[in-house]
């Protein structure tokens, strides 16, 4: 069974730029949550989708937002990048949203 | 703020050594409490899930006890191996508006010969 897929895995953009970051869960699975890590914050929750639905946001700016569709791919988008947005963006799936959670391997990305 | 505090921020045991790492949280109501390894530059894996009436889950060599009263709980690992170096993360969902994680900074563990 394949696991949680990420594109890209790094990406490197300027400040203002917008950037759009996709995630395929493992087959079968409705959620799909994105988070932000940085080594300063740690881990930190950015949104949740279920059933192409937003079920639960975390508090980060309007800049951050995300879709999910009808196959349960979900791709996250961040406009007008700013240099602390460089982080780790990790995907995650689950069967539900309060239970096992399969994590992707990330993207990188980094702001100029 | 609900938080999720852990240590040590680091910990270097030479292998075969048994050792713990300590999460406390103030995140009130919780779900389930979770442990996660991340190895360098890939994302994190589950290794235990705990609900709020679960005192101890175990997976191999790794135990998880929780202590709801006090808002602390331990990872323990048995018999460390050089594999078990890796970052440890303590997780906690809280219910009060939805099913939102707080995740701890985590433990860098090294396991040396």
Same mark, same amino acid.
């Given at each position: ?112 | %703020? ?5 240590? $040590?921020? *680091? #910990?270097? &045991? ?5 050792? =713990? ?15 996660? %390894? ?5 994302? $994190?894996? *589950? #290794?235990? &899930? ?5 005192? =101890? ?57």
């Amino acid at each position: 069974k394949a696991g949680v897929t990420q594109t890209p895995r790094y990406l490197i953009k300027t400040r203002g730029q917008q950037v759009t970051l996709s995630c395929s869960p493992i087959s079968g699975h409705r959620s799909v949550s994105w988070y932000q890590q940085t080594p300063g914050q740690g881990l930190q929750f950015l949104f949740e989708y279920f059933s192409e639905t937003q079920r639960n946001k975390g508090n980060f700016p309007g800049r951050f937002s995300g879709r999910q569709f009808s196959n349960s791919r979900s791709e996250m988008n961040v406009s007008t990048l700013e240099l602390g947005d460089s982080a780790l963006y990790l995907c995650a799936s689950g069967k539900a949203g309060d239970g096992e959670q399969y994590f992707g391997p990330g993207t990188r990305l980094t702001v100029t | %703020k609900n938080q999720v505090e852990q240590s $040590p921020q *680091s #910990l270097i &045991i030479l292998e075969g050594k048994n050792c =713990t790492l300590q999460c406390n949280y103030t995140v009130s109501p919780f779900s389930n409490l979770r442990w996660y %390894k991340q190895d360098t530059g890939r994302g $994190p894996v *589950s #290794l235990t &899930i705990m609900t709020f009436s679960e005192n =101890t889950k175990s997976n191999g060599r790794y135990t998880a006890t929780l202590d709801a009263d006090t808002k602390q709980s331990s990872l323990h690992i048995t018999a460390s191996q050089l594999s078990d170096s890796a970052s440890y993360i303590c997780v906690v969902i809280f219910t009060g508006g939805g099913n939102k994680l707080t995740f701890g900074t985590g433990t860098q563990l090294k396991v040396e010969l």
